[in-house]
């Protein structure tokens, strides 16, 4: 992305881009594998599943998922989500220098916003527990769209809660999900390569309008000294 003027807003996913949720994901399908007889799941390789919700970190952590009925299924799910509700900050924490950055982009007025596709009930209690509950001006879930991204509506629905003009906000995610919602909504996108990037995936073919290794090189983008 050339260097552009400061945006009025930046909107951020949750997992994989602010929040490394990972450990406390994973730690709930251990549990669910334990209850199975199963030892625990290799976690260095099952991290780029987390942005994939339940089912696509259970379909990942789980041998036969596949073959389960679909009642089967349902359960299983809820023992994750039911133990990951009630362990949602145990290990989870923010990606090193995005304290920083958040507190750079206030510094400039910049208003801040999150798009998620997780479900109020596990987002809110990690804004709670991260101290951010103040910080950001909305938290638009997947719950609260009728279509969650990779359609526009949710970082639509954020300008709109922003007061932020589409074409004057930057959107940062780890997804290839959030770079599609955020060009159909008209903002310019930011590739956070520090997140659940899927090995094997080329984030600089998901047209973005940058690619950044580090929260740091956000403030980059808009000719200010870096944050941190």
């Known amino acids: 992305m050339p260097t552009a003027a400061m945006p009025e807003a930046v909107l951020f996913d949750l ?21 199975l007889d199963l030892p625990p799941s290799d976690h260095r390789r099952l991290r780029e599943h987390v942005s994939r919700g339940a089912a696509g970190i259970l379909g990942a952590g789980l041998p036969g998922w596949d073959d389960l009925s679909e009642a089967e299924r349902d359960k299983l799910r809820e023992q994750l989500l039911d133990f990951y509700a009630a362990h949602c900050w145990t290990r989870s924490a923010a990606f090193h220098g995005v304290e920083q950055l958040l507190d750079a982009l206030g510094e400039q007025g ?112 808009f000719g200010t000294r870096r944050a941190g």
């Open 15 to 35: 997992d994989g881009t602010l929040i490394d949720s990972a450990p406390d994901l994973l730690a709930a399908l251990d549990h669910v594998r334990s209850g």
């Open 110 to 221: 910049v208003r801040l916003g999150i798009v998620t596709n997780k479900i109020s009930r596990f987002a809110e209690p990690v804004i709670e527990h991260a101290g951010w509950a103040a910080r950001f001006g909305c938290l638009v879930t997947g719950d609260r769209v009728v279509r969650p991204k990779p359609d526009p509506e949710p970082v639509l629905a954020a300008c709109q809660a922003l007061g932020a003009t589409p074409d004057r906000v930057v959107f940062v995610g780890d997804d290839r999900r959030d770079i599609v919602a955020g060009s159909a909504a008209g903002t310019r996108t930011v590739v956070a390569a520090w997140g659940y990037v899927p090995a094997g995936e080329r984030p600089e073919l998901w047209r973005a309008d940058a690619v950044i290794e580090h929260p740091a090189e956000l403030l980059g983008q």
